[in-house]
């Protein structure tokens, strides 16, 4: 591997750039923390969610239980790092999801697995490495090397016998895997939640759309299985007078907050003009009443629509949700392919309750394949565009190569003013900085897509998502970024002879290595601090609070949930791509094994803290909160395994480069290894981990008979009675002389001292009596 010409202080520009990057996310890191820990005590709504859910009497968990929490983590800077090492993950599926445990588990594997890689290769690989060659040939030469690139694959020979070291170490790496993923993979198992007792039945031909026929069918199998048929009726109609209902809500909480906080309005409340439907001019009336005459008016209406559920209001759709008496019963179906081959009817596996996506269900199954055939399209188009993205970022890494070359010769006059050091930060810290905040931007336009199309499951629809952010990943972040680099890295070489193209992109995956380190490092010390600080919910509150909202206690609770949800496809995404990064890199950069350990113990330590107290995911609070129920990290498996076939396939590529023939037969072996462990995990537990084994079901504790309170969890939004008016008024006025304030960019926020009386707090959190530790306060 060539070196740039360009050094800080005797250090070569690879190992600059990334001792640059560790300056620089280290320093931004630390920078995060401190304002997290200032911020920490200001603004405990957002940095303790969890806590606050779970003292709301009228706030439960997807089960309908009460919310849990651990205890308040210490006041001192960084108090909060040993109680979140100390809650153990045991438990975890019951106070939080099973999503919590599989994915805080995956991030516990991944960092016991690099720790041991790291180990590993330190004793096998850098040593033999550091023995090479290649640095002790002259620095004009092609192949020469230094800094960090000496304990590389980069300082050896073709057909060197140090590459056996290197086979070696791709076995030990091979188990190491294996290991890891087969352990996590095993690991999930059923439970008794609603989904696990129930099935979507859709395409129901239009006269089998009846209980009594619905139940026949599933008669068949196993005569007096179903304990209820859930038609999904299209209830739009009623959900529009929800909605204005919920609206004539707020208008109330509201002017009863102006009645008390105003000194200028009197005591009957504030007025406000309103169009006479009679004569239709305008006339002044008090807000309060007129807003209460409008919810009750409204209640009554939705009412009586609910009851008679009129046809031409609430029609009648080609699905149904269907409840089981018993999950053994309910897994059987699910697994059983008659279903799928010779009825024209399909079943579908059981919804977590609050995650139906009801309106998708309205529609036949035919008509959603356009749609998800434009957002498909659409995604692969922004995946290729994106092609243009990391072509720009690279140039920017690689400003001395380009200058080198006869139609950019420009760049010389720019780059030879430069010191080296704004030379270094620019082409070594700038590029991963600019990709890490430029796919921010991806998340967010995929799951706008992905909305669009017809998918009746919110929780497939987190899936789906994951899987393709996480495909779109190993392209901008892994195959883009290996051809640019290369190409620019060797633009003179190859103009001068086309011909070298296959073999200098061939060669190029090794050279990457500095990009992936610098990438990898930069995320680890800048991205998850950044996580923990939570900038965007900060300011998202703050724009709430000055446009005039969050004044009522549901405007409260409202900013307050802004942003709370943890986005579990965006974290696995991530997640499994360092994983590909570092398992590629694995043995021809074994330093990035440091770095990729790194990635993963302070991932887990963040994602720990945030989904015990600053996050809590639900999809809408009148839908209900939901979870996965696991289903996430059966498709990471595969992920996981994929990269580690992209990573042998490349040694095989590289072990071919270096003429070691032999080693890249052994490789070859290695690949078919790989495939066989992949299908035999995936006959084995595949179906296991999305409906459950039938011999464990029934050898488990668990209730094997489905619960008296799953019957309403599947109840369609628009057939649930109207929340009660007034219910979340604002109770500050009660509260805010035993609370002592500090100013927040002009909000004043309840700070929370342990001096603070337990009624005052009682009162803000919505219970008449709560027991508060002092001692777990926060300290002003």
Known sequence: MSTSSSSLDGIDADSASVLLNLIVGAGAGLLFWLLFEILRPLIPRIYYHRWFLSKYEDTVDWNGDKILCHDLPGRGIFGW?????????????????????????????????????????????MPVYATGPNKNLPPDNPQYVTGINIVSIANLQPADNRLWATLIAEFFSALIVYYYTYVDYKAYKTRCIPSNFSVVLTEIPEVARNEKAITEYFDTISPGCVAEVQKVLNCGHAQAKIGKYMKEVKAVEIAEYKRENKKKIGPEGPTEKVKNKETGKKETVLSIPHHRSN????????????????????????????????????????????????????????????????????????????????????????????????????????????????????????VDTWSPLLLAFVQGVLPPLILILLLRLIPFTMRQIILRQKIYSLARVECKLRNYFYVFLIFSN??????????????????????????????????????????????????????????????????????????????????????????????????MLFTLL????????????????????????????????????????????????????????????????????????VFGIYQAAAQAIIEAIFIAMTAYYIGFVKNKYADLSQNGSLVEIIGSKEAKEVQDSFFSKYTHPGLQPPA?????????????????????????????????????????????????????????
């Open 295 to 414: 919810c009750a008016k409204l209640e009554r209406k939705i009412l009586q629509e609910q009851e008679e559920r009129d046809p031409g209001k609430m029609r009648t759709t080609l699905s149904a949700i269907v409840l089981f008496k018993s999950s053994v019963t309910c897994s059987v179906i699910q697994q059983l392919t008659i279903w799928k081959t010779t009825s024209t009817w399909r079943i579908e596996p059981g919804i977590d309750a609050g995650a139906v996506n009801w309106r998708k269900l309205y529609v036949s199954y035919k008509s959603r394949a356009p749609i998800t055939v434009i957002g498909n399209i659409t995604i692969i188009l922004i995946t290729v565009f994106w092609g243009l993205v990391i072509v720009a970022i690279q140039a920017l890494g690689n400003l001395e190569n380009l200058a080198n070359v006869p139609a950019f010769s420009f760049l010389n006059g720019v």
């Open 478 to 575: 892994f195959i883009y970024v290996v051809i640019s680099g290369t190409i620019l890295q060797q633009l003179d070489v190859i103009l001068a002879n086309p011909s070298l193209l296959v073999q200098q992109l061939a060669i190029g995956i090794p050279q990457q290595a500095v990009f992936m380190m610098n990438y990898v490092l930069l995320n680890a010390l800048f991205g998850y601090p950044l996580l923990v600080l939570d900038p965007g919910r900060v300011v998202t509150r703050w724009i709430i609070f000055a446009f005039g909202g969050g004044k009522t206690e549901r405007g409260l609770r409202f900013a307050d949930r802004m942003f709370a949800n943890f986005f579990f496809f965006k974290f696995y995404a991530l997640s």
């Open 724 to 780: 009660p008016g007034g219910s979340m008024i604002n109770k500050v006025p009660l509260y805010k002389e035993a609370i002592k304030k500090c100013s927040f960019w002009g909000r004043k926020e309840a700070r929370m001292y342990p001096s603070v009386a337990e009624d005052a707090i009682a009162t803000q959190i919505g219970l008449e009596e709560t027991e508060i530790d002092e001692d777990k306060m926060l300290k002003g």
């Open 81 to 125: 790092i040993y109680p979140t090492y100390l809650a153990s993950l045991k438990g975890f599926e019951e106070t939080h999801s099973v999503d919590a445990v599989m994915f805080l588990r995956f991030l516990r594997s991944q960092a016991y697995m690099f720790v041991v890689l790291t180990l590993g290769t330190a004793v096998l690989l």
């Open 582 to 653: 570092g398992t590629v890199y694995t043995t021809m950069a074994p330093l990035i094994n440091v770095f990729t350990a790194l990635y993963f113990v302070i991932g887990y330590f963040c994602c720990k803290f945030k989904i015990m107290y600053t996050s809590y995911h639900q999809y809408n609070p009148l839908k209900g909160y939901w979870q996965y129920g696991g289903i996430m990290h059966e498709g990471c498996f595969t992920g996981l395994l994929a990269a580690m076939l992209i990573h042998q396939v490349s040694m095989v590529v």
